[in-house]
Nanobody, 124 residues
Framework: QVQLVESGGGLVQAGGSLTIACVGS????????WGWFRQAAGKEREFVAT????????YYADSVKGRFTISRDNAKNTVYLQMNSLKPEDTAIYYC?????????????????WGQGTQVTVSS
């Protein structure tokens, strides 16, 4: 059974940092692209960041560019999202997703596997 499990969410003050992780199990994800998406209360899910299978290509939403960094460890079947200079508007449930293709994508519909989400709350 394929599972993605996020961890590392929590409460942080504005301007602070947090790193969340997502571990895949049930198969290897070394040839898959990964993505991070988020959904704030009352809003639609939105793209945050994506990384190709090799880690050689990364893309970010304009709202997080320069503050967030996505990375991966294929040996650990894990993807990370390092979040710096956090703002209250970053508050959301963050979801990781794995795409059945090696190329990174910003489109949620192109991802087959999803985690259950981890809450990130940024206080002002």
């Amino acid at each position: 059974q394929v599972q993605l499990v996020e961890s590392g969410g929590g409460l942080v003050q504005a301007g602070g940092s947090l790193t969340i992780a997502c571990v895949g199990s049930g198969r290897t994800f070394s040839t898959n692209a990964w993505g991070w998406f988020r959904q704030a209360a009352g809003k639609e899910r939105e793209f945050v960041a994506t990384i190709s299978w090799s880690g050689g290509s990364t893309y970010y939403a304009d709202s997080v560019k320069g503050r967030f960094t996505i990375s991966r460890d294929n040996a650990k079947n894990t993807v990370y999202l390092q979040m710096n200079s956090l703002k209250p508007e970053d508050t959301a449930i963050y979801y990781c997703a794995a795409r059945p293709r090696p190329i990174a994508s910003k489109l949620a519909r192109e991802y087959d596997y999803w985690g259950q989400g981890t809450q990130v709350t940024v206080s002002s």
